[in-house]
C-alpha cells in the first residue's frame, strides 16, 4: 500500500501551519487585544461622562448640559457650598483613600509608559476617575480628556499584566487605551492615535501604529454608538480664509498663545507652592480653594466645570471682548486654584477654553483694525484653542488634528498649524517641557532616556553575575595574601570575616611596597591592607544601579552581595559585562523603535 501523501493534502497541511503561525504573530494577538481595550476605552469615556452629569445633576440640581446658563439662576448658598463642601469631601477621600494621597492623571501614563513597561494598576484608575467625575461634579474648574486617558491606559496596562505580556506589548496595550480615550472623548480616532503615539508611545513604528489605530477606531464607534456623530463642541460653519495677507495675524496669535500656556502652567505649579507653604492640612486644601470658586462663580458661573458650553458660545461669536478677556483671566485663576488644590481633573478643558477666550479677544482687535481682512473673529478662537492646547499639552500634531476632524476645514487647519507650532516653539524654548513632564519632574521623576531607563530596570546583575572568585580570611597573614592573590581571578582577594561577611577587597595595588617586602609579613594581616568598606552591589539590583556604582566608584569588578546588612558574597560583576549588557539594552529600545520587537 503506498504511503504517498494524497494530492491536496500537502498544501492543505501547509495553509494550516500558516494559520497557526499567523494566528501566533505579536501583531495579529496585539490587533486582536486592541479592539478589547478599544472597545473598553470607548465605554469608560461613556461611563465617565455619565459620571460627571450625574454629579452634577446631584449637587446643582440642574440640567448638566446648560450648567452654566442655569447656575447663573442658583441661590448664592448653593454656588457657594456645593463647591467648598464637595472640595472638603474629595480632599479627605484623596487623602485617606487615593494611593499616594494625589490625584492622578495623564502624567502617571506618560511614567508608566516610559519608566514601568507599560505597568498600570486598574483599582488606583477606578478610584482617579471617580475623583476627577466627583470633582468636575462640584464645579471645579479642570477638565474630564485627562482622566479618561489615565483610566483607559489602566484598562490596557491591567490586561496586558493579566496575560502577562512583555514590556514591549503592554506598552503598545497602554497606548491603545490612551487613543481610544482621547478617540471617544473628542470624537475625533485620528487624533486619538496620534496622541497616543506623540505623548505616550514616543515613536510611530508599525507594530504599535496598527493595534492603536484599531484601538481609536473602535473607541470613537462605541461612543457614536451612544452619544452619536458629534464634534466635542458645536461648530458655527467655518469661512474661507479671506486672505493670505491674514496669516501674519495668525502667527502673532501664536505668540500669544505661547504666553498663555507658560502663564496658565506656571499658575498651576506656583498655586501647588503657595499650598505646601500655608498652614492648611492638605486634605482641607480644595475645600478652601472650592469656596474661592464659589465667590468667583457668582459674579462669571461660565468658570464652572469643564467649560465647554462657554467654549462653544466662543466659537459661535456670542461673546464680547470684555468677557472674553475676563473669562480667560478667571478661567486660569480657577484651573490654578482646582488643580493646585488636589481637585482631580486634567488640565487639557482648560487650555481649550483659556486658548478660546484668547483667540476670539484676538479676533475681535484684529479685525476691528482690518475688517476687510479678517475671516471672522470665530476662526481666530478655533486657531487659539488648537495653539494654546498645544503647547500646554506639548503635542502639536495630535491637537492639530483634533481641531481639522472638528472642522474638516483645510484652510483654517494651515492657520491652526501655523499658530500651534509657534506656540509650542516658544514655549518650549522658554519653558522647556510640557505641563505633564513638569509635573514629573516636580516629583523627582524624569523620563529622560525613559524607553532605555526602562529596559535597565528590567535586567537585574544576578543574571551576569560572575561566581567565580576568591575569598580569604580578614586574620590571614600577609604572606598568605601575596600567595593567594597570585592565583586569584581577576586579580583581586575578597576578605571576609570569621562570620562570612564581605570587609573589604586587595589588589596588588592596595599591597604596594608590601607586594615585595616581606619583613612586615608576621605584623600584618589581610584586614590591615585591604579596601575596607568595598562598593557593592545587591543581587536584586539593576542595570541602572549597577551603571550608577561603576561610574561613582571607577571600579572595575564589584562585589555582589545578599543584602547590605548581612553582606554575604554571592560573586563579582565585571565592567566590560555590565558595558555589554548595556549596549544590549540600547539596540533593544532602537529596535522597538523600528517596529522590529
Known sequence: MSDAPKPGRAPLKSILGGLKRFGRNDLVVLSSLALVVGAAGGGAAIVFRLGIDFFQQLFFGVDPVHLTRLAAELPAWRLLLVPSLGGLAIGLFVYFVMPGRRPRGVAQVIEA?????????????????????????????????????????????????????????SRTLL???????????????????????????????????????????????????????????????????????EFPAFALLG????????????????????????????????????????????????????????????????????????????????????????????????????????????????????????????????????????????????????????????SLTIAVMIATVIASVITQQLHGRSFFVWQLERRGITIKGGQEISLLRTITVDGFTDRRFETIQAEAPLARVRERLSKAPWGELFVIDAEGRLVGTITFSDLADAAFDTSRDEALVALDVARQRPTVLQVGDDLEAAIKVYGASGEVHVAVVDSLEEMRLLGVVHEHEVMLAYHRALQQARAEERGEL
Open 255 to 410: 505668540v500669544a498663545s505661547a504666553v498663555a500656556a507658560i502663564v496658565l502652567m506656571r499658575s498651576v505649579m506656583l498655586t501647588e507652592d503657595i499650598w505646601s507653604r500655608v498652614p492648611v492640612p492638605p486634605w482641607a486644601r480644595p475645600a478652601v480653594a472650592g469656596l474661592v470658586l464659589g465667590l468667583i462663580a457668582l459674579g462669571f458661573p461660565q468658570v464652572l466645570g469643564v467649560g465647554y458650553e462657554t467654549t462653544d458660545a466662543a466659537l459661535s461669536e456670542r461673546l464680547d471682548l470684555q468677557i472674553l478677556i475676563a473669562l480667560m483671566l478667571l478661567k486660569g485663576l480657577a484651573t490654578a486654584l482646582c488643580l493646585g488644590s488636589g481637585f482631580g481633573g486634567g488640565i487639557f478643558s482648560p487650555s481649550l477654553y483659556i486658548g478660546a477666550m484668547l483667540g476670539g479677544a484676538f479676533g475681535i482687535i484684529a479685525t476691528s483694525v482690518f475688517p476687510q481682512l479678517s475671516s471672522g473673529h470665530g476662526a481666530y478662537t478655533v486657531v487659539g484653542m488648537g495653539a494654546v492646547a498645544g503647547a500646554v499639552l506639548g503635542a502639536p500634531i495630535s491637537t492639530i488634528l483634533i481641531v481639522f476632524e472638528m472642522t474638516g476645514d483645510y
Open 113 to 169: 509608559s516610559a519608566l514601568r513597561g507599560g505597568r498600570m494598576s486598574l483599582t488606583n484608575g477606578v478610584l482617579a476617575a471617580f475623583v476627577s467625575a466627583a470633582s468636575i461634579g462640584v464645579g471645579a474648574s479642570v477638565g474630564r480628556e485627562g482622566p479618561v486617558v489615565h483610566l483607559g491606559a489602566c484598562l490596557g496596562g491591567w490586561l496586558a499584566r493579566r496575560l502577562q505580556l512583555g514590556r514591549v506589548l
Open 175 to 245: 497606548g491603545c487605551g490612551v487613543a481610544a480615550a482621547v478617540a471617544a472623548s473628542f470624537n475625533a480616532p485620528i487624533a486619538g492615535v496620534f496622541f497616543a503615539l506623540e505623548v505616550v508611545i514616543g515613536h510611530y513604528a508599525l507594530s504599535a501604529f496598527a493595534p492603536i489605530v484599531i484601538a481609536g477606531v473602535t473607541g470613537t464607534i462605541v461612543s457614536r454608538m451612544y452619544f452619536g456623530d458629534f464634534p466635542a463642541f458645536i461648530l458655527p460653519e467655518m469661512r474661507e480664509i479671506a486672505s493670505f495677507l
